[in-house]
């Protein structure tokens, strides 16, 4: 019985964390109905935003950061990369222009060019990463970004690529828009752009950050309670709490303030909400700040647990998280919490009584089960569609 409640309690532990993750798919589903596959990256890119701050403060100022000013900086990090995602990204999609396909094409030869020029790269170099001296600078020295004589060119080559991709964007883009071929965005193309954009965050991890796993600073000490065979760690009850504290607050976003009044709005119909004065774009944004911040608190939450980082950290957690709002009823943000624990305690129960190796078979097998028994989820309803 003592091994089913130690297993509970790491399960809640990181169910919390999938939740958090799993409320940032829901909002922006909820609005937009698009799965931002991308989010796991931001989580990934909240978590090295703290991280890099924490690092730069010791270094630079010899400073120890806190657990929540290095909170509050990855959540800044991650709410402006969501914001910038949005804009650059999505916002095109909305305008139901030509753009996206043009801007989907950057995206894919963004990525197919950063890894081409992490493949090319050598002793640690990565090829055309003009950001590799701060990073190297902001982190330690055990940094697996290295300067080497005769980088610079290859950088320049890089900005000189980047900046003619940019040109051709836009001279192909403001043709389209000049011979007004309106052209729908269907749910195809939001799918491969928010695809393109997560491996292109991914890549870009890679190229700021180096391969190798960082060790996240110990922010908050690990201290044990002990009740007979069963150990409850404070840094499981902090992360729990954080969920609860962050789904209270997000509530009172929702149901309490103007801008949760206007994403109610938009989530029901963005034409009237338009009509009835509600700024679409500004609201929209607002959601993927939330959603985002969201993410990075769950990265912070998940470091500081188990302690090793890396660029490729949010593809896995992004994944169970995206089963957790589809079993909890994607759109549904009570439901995402829910879902998330209960992916957290099958996940934590299939290890200790099955074999760690299953644990991925068995969440994703979870997702073709509700699939098949209930598509909307537990708490999820049934939509109608307009013809």
Not at 64 to 86: C, D, R
Not at 99 to 106: D, I, T
Not at 358 to 369: C, E, K, V
């Amino acid at each position: 019985m003592s091994e089913f409640i130690q297993q509970l309690i790491n399960g809640i532990a990181l169910g919390s964390i999938y939740g958090l993750i799993a409320v940032g798919y829901t909002i922006v589903y909820g609005i937009l109905g698009l799965i931002n596959f991308a989010h796991g990256e931001i989580y990934m890119m909240g978590t090295f935003s703290a991280f890099l701050a924490v690092q730069f403060a010791k270094s630079k100022f010899g400073w120890e950061m806190g657990f929540f000013p290095a909170l509050l900086i990855g959540m800044l990090g991650a709410a402006v990369l969501g914001v910038a995602i949005e804009r650059i990204a999505y916002r095109p999609l909305r305008a139901k222009s030509a753009v996206p396909a043009v801007m989907l094409g950057l995206i894919g030869g963004g990525a197919a060019f950063m890894l081409l020029g992490g493949i090319m790269g050598h002793a640690g170099v990565h090829f055309g990463n003009p950001l590799a001296l701060f990073v190297s600078t902001s982190v330690s020295s055990s940094s697996a970004v290295e300067k080497v004589e005769g980088a610079q060119i290859p950088a320049l080559v890089s900005l000189a690529v980047w900046a003619m991709l940019a040109f051709g964007v836009y001279r192909l883009s403001k043709e389209k828009l000049a011979q007004r071929k309106k052209l729908k965005a269907g749910t195809l193309t939001a799918l491969l752009t928010a695809l393109g954009v997560s491996l292109l965050l991914q890549n870009l991890g890679i190229q700021m950050f180096g391969a190798t796993p960082k060790s996240f600073p110990p922010l908050v000490e690990f201290y044990p309670y002990e009740f007979g065979s069963i150990i409850l760690a404070n840094q499981d009850m902090l992360i729990f709490g954080a969920m609860v504290v962050s789904m209270v607050v997000l509530q009172l976003i929702i149901y309490k303030t103007k801008i949760g009044k206007a994403m109610r709005a938009v989530a029901v119909d963005q034409d009237a909400a338009r009509l009835m004065g509600v700024r679409l774009d500004f609201t929209i944004s607002c959601a993927f700040a939330i959603g985002s911040s969201l993410a990075a608190i769950a990265g912070v939450l998940y470091a500081i647990r188990y302690t090793k980082i890396d660029p490729l950290m949010g593809a896995l957690p992004g994944a169970k998280a995206f089963v957790a709002a589809v079993l909890g009823g994607i759109g549904n943000i009570p439901g995402a919490v829910v879902g998330g624990l209960i992916m957290g305690v099958t996940e934590a129960l299939v290890v200790g009584y099955v074999s760690s190796t299953l644990r991925d078979a068995f969440a994703f097998g979870i997702l073709i089960l509700i699939l098949l028994v209930k598509p909307t989820g537990l708490m999820g309803s049934n939509q109608p569609e307009k013809v």
